[in-house]
């Protein structure tokens, strides 16, 4: 293609708030695998810090892993739709590169009709001929 084409305002921000929810789902993710990952060690210095018995600790980390679970999941759906919604953008704005394959098989089957209008002229010819030597022989013929 020689020059991209410049996208109308609406489809620019459209692009951009996909970007942006594709960033956020994705960091939301990473952060909340990450918090998984430290609760799953013992890691938490905030805990540390508190006065809560072991047993309360561990219920806490449980439930907060929950929480977190949910979090990527959610975040998973939100890029599934994500994904959706692009594929839909992508339909319904991909004109261009649908024109160019209308334009491509017209010419095609214009070359095609081309080709079987001149084999029909030619079979055509090729008849009359026949046929016009036919009705000659007919008509010189002794037997009628």
Do not use: W
């Amino acid at each position: 293609m020689a020059a991209q084409r410049s996208l109308p305002q609406s489809k620019e921000a459209l692009l951009k708030s996909y970007n942006t929810r594709l960033k956020d789902d994705v960091k939301s993710m990473q952060e909340n695998f990450e918090e998984i990952v430290k609760l799953a060690k013992g890691d938490s210095e905030a805990q540390n810090s508190q006065q809560l018995t072991r047993i309360t600790q561990c219920e806490q980390e449980h439930y907060e892993m929950h929480v977190r679970a949910a979090n990527i999941v959610r975040a998973g759906e939100s890029l599934m739709k994500l994904i959706s919604d692009i594929k839909q953008y992508l339909i319904l704005n991909d004109f261009p590169s649908v024109n160019e394959a209308i334009a491509s098989n017209s010419k095609l089957f214009r070359t095609k009709q081309g080709e079987c209008d001149q084999k029909l002229m030619t079979l055509r010819d090729d008849m009359a001929a026949d046929l016009y030597d036919l009705e000659e022989e007919y008509y010189t013929s002794l037997i009628k």
